[in-house]
Nanobody
């Protein structure tokens, strides 16, 4: 069983930046690692994934604003979020699995999930 612990959430204003971090209980090289988010009353949606070969993919809504990256020294996968807007509000989850490109945006392809960290963007 792999455990994932997210951190870095908080309350920010539109236009601000925030950096989330996910620390797995196993080596980050073992899995494809992704971030999902869930806004109140909405389904959990894909945000970004970094695969074991370091290929990165993003949801259209965050492309150009968010950056996902592995930090091998800290054994974390981080999500740098810039130019945050109100629609970015939600509970952000880290997920781990062995995925393929055609299904990597689907939450049911990931084996392990963290408990989530709250991001609130409010003026």
């Amino acid at each position: 069983q792999v455990q994932l612990v997210e951190s870095g959430g908080g309350l920010v204003q539109p236009g601000d930046s925030l950096r989330l971090s996910c620390a797995p209980s196993t080596a980050i090289s073992n899995y494809d690692l992704a971030w999902f988010r869930q806004a109140p009353g909405k389904e959990r949606e894909f945000v970004a994934v970094v695969r074991r070969n370091n290929a990165k993919y993003y949801a259209e809504s965050v492309k150009g604003r968010f950056t996902i990256a592995r930090d091998s020294a800290k054994n974390t996968v981080d999500l740098q979020m810039n130019s945050l807007n109100l629609e970015d509000t939600g509970l952000y989850y880290c997920a781990a699995g062995s995925v393929i490109v055609s299904t990597m945006r689907q939450r049911n392809t990931y084996y392990y999930w963290g408990q989530g960290t709250q991001v609130t963007v409010s003026s």
